[in-house]
């Protein structure tokens, strides 16, 4: 079974910064693209970042030039860095993977908890 694991959220004041982590666990065959995304309270889940296995980034644009997005593969871990936070930068943040559990499987998405992220002002 698999098993995405956030932490690192956390309440902060803005300009603030807090660095989320999401390890991978399980019987896993490879992961392909990772990426981070979040939810406000009343609004739909929104992408923050992503980052393929070859390290490739890709950034809403709200968060560009504050967030920053890696990855370590021989962990299974993606992290999001964030600095400058907002208090519109309040939300759950949700860690995503596209992960192969046999070379011949299909890859399937797979979702973590959800960490919740609050900037005050």
């Known amino acids: 079974q698999v098993q995405l694991v956030e932490s690192g959220g956390g309440l902060v004041q803005a300009g603030g910064s807090l660095r989320l982590s999401c390890a991978a666990s399980g019987i896993i065959f490879s992961i392909n693209a990772m990426g981070w995304y979040r939810q406000a309270p009343g609004k739909q889940r929104e992408l923050v970042a992503t980052i393929t296995s070859g390290g490739i980034t890709n950034y809403a644009d709200s968060v560009k030039g504050r967030f920053t997005i890696s990855r370590d593969n021989a962990k299974n871990t993606v992290y999001l860095q964030m600095n400058s936070l907002k208090p519109e930068d309040t939300a759950v943040y949700y860690c995503?993977?596209?992960?192969?559990?046999?070379?011949?499987?299909?890859?399937?998405?797979?979702w973590g908890q959800g960490t919740q992220v609050t900037v005050s002002s």
């Open positions: 995503n993977a596209g992960i192969k559990l046999a070379y011949l499987l299909r890859e399937s998405p797979y």
